[in-house]
């Protein structure tokens, strides 16, 4: 089992940058697939980007593509989504989330999911 904390989001500019971090407990983490998801108001919670166990693969939305990027630390049990060029648009709580089968894309199954963290950005 793993627990999931995130941190990092706030309010930005449209056009501004946040890096939004997720700690993971237990020393498995290196067997879990990663994702970050993001729930807008009146929306379904979506699959923004996704990482392989060893950090070789990800997947990106094509609403991200080019402005947010995934990394990880399996030393440090953590992932990092760094969102650059924000938009409006990009407005939502986001999700971290674990694959205890090692998938990272939508067709995923993730079993767990930290709390969330709200990112708002300002027009």
């Known amino acids: 089992q793993v627990q999931l904390v995130e941190s990092g989001g706030g309010l930005v500019q449209a056009g501004g940058s946040l890096r939004l971090s997720c700690a993971a407990s237990g020393r498995t983490f290196s067997s879990y697939g990663m994702g970050w998801f993001r729930q807008a108001p009146g929306k379904e919670r979506e699959l923004v980007v996704g990482?392989?166990?060893?950090?070789?693969?990800?997947y990106y939305a094509d609403s991200v593509k080019g402005r947010f990027a995934i990394s990880r630390d399996n030393a440090k049990n953590t992932v990092y989504l760094q969102m650059n060029s924000l938009k409006p648009e990009d407005t939502a709580v986001y999700y971290c989330?674990?694959?205890?089968?090692?998938?990272?894309?939508?067709?995923?199954?993730?079993?767990?999911w930290g709390q969330g963290t709200q990112v708002t950005v300002s027009s």
């Open positions: 989330a674990a694959g205890s089968y090692g998938g990272y894309t939508p067709h995923s199954v993730f079993d767990y």
């Open positions: 990482i392989s166990r060893s950090g070789g693969r990800v």
